[in-house]
Antibody, heavy 119, light 108 residues
Framework: QVRLQESGPGLVRPSETLSLTCSVA??????????WSWIRQSPGKGLEWIGY???????NHSPSLKSRVTISLDTSKNQFSLKMTSVTTADTAVYHC???????????WGQGTMVTISS | SYVLTQPPSVSVAPGKTARITCGGD??????VHWYQQKPGQAPVLVIY???DRPSGIPERFSGSNSGNTATLTISRVEAGDEADYYC???????????FGGGTKLTVL
């Protein structure tokens, strides 16, 4: 059974860079034609798609996050990562990684990791 | 930009049928996915490609999509179905995912 696990600091200072990694077990990030995504959920709010990386290396991110987001793939470790620069308290949220496809949706999710932006 | 509109809340008595809608311009031309999220848990895919169920999802969950509205239908609602439900589409124009605002299903 495919598993995804997020990891990274639970506390980040305002204006600094948030860095998270999603480790993938069983499946390979470099096959299957999947879009490996990051999604977040601010306290009491809905799901917000952050961005994805495809196995081809193609990336895309939510326009609302402008150019603060970088998503990369490490095929040697079977992981993908999120970097978000210039964070503010509005970026405090639970961050999930997920595997997805256009037709089949996001069928596997990580449990999520809480990231608090605070000085 | 494309917007998905869901009612904030839906209430239903046990054993009855719940219908949760997801509105969007010509959403019938898109593939709609639905997720269930219980408190403190990761979302779970319950419907993909408008009306297909992943393995392990009860037949009580069904979906439809036509015109400007997609609908998630939960038949014979149980207390365990109480959760937030989100619709999702792939926006072809911009090549990215989009979630609806979510609907809280309350089982009375």
């Amino acid at each position: 059974q495919v598993r995804l696990q997020e990891s990274g600091p639970g506390l980040v200072r305002p204006s600094e860079t948030l860095s998270l990694t999603c480790s993938v077990a069983i499946a390979s990030v470099s096959s299957g034609g999947y879009y490996w995504s990051w999604i977040r959920q601010s306290p009491g709010k809905g799901l917000e798609w952050i961005g994805y990386i495809h196995e081809t290396g193609k990336t895309n991110h939510s326009p609302s996050l402008k150019s603060r987001v970088t998503i990369s793939l490490d095929t040697s470790k079977n992981q993908f990562s999120l970097k978000m620069t210039s964070v503010t308290t509005a970026d405090t949220a639970v961050y999930h990684c997920a595997r997805g496809s256009k037709i089949y949706g996001m069928d596997v999710w990580g449990q999520g990791t809480m990231v608090t932006i605070s000085s | 930009s494309y917007v998905l509109t869901q009612p904030p809340s839906v209430s239903v008595a046990p054993g009855k049928t719940a219908r949760i809608t997801c509105g969007g311009d010509d959403i019938g031309s898109k593939s709609v996915h639905w997720y269930q999220q219980k408190p403190g848990q990761a979302p779970v895919l319950v419907i993909y490609f408008d009306s297909d169920r992943p393995s392990g999802i009860p037949e009580r969950f069904s979906g439809s999509n036509s015109g400007n509205t997609a609908t998630l239908t939960i038949s014979r609602v149980e207390a365990g179905d109480e959760a937030d439900y989100y619709c999702q589409v792939w926006e072809n124009n911009s090549d990215h995912w989009l979630f609806g605002g979510g609907t809280k299903l309350t089982v009375l």
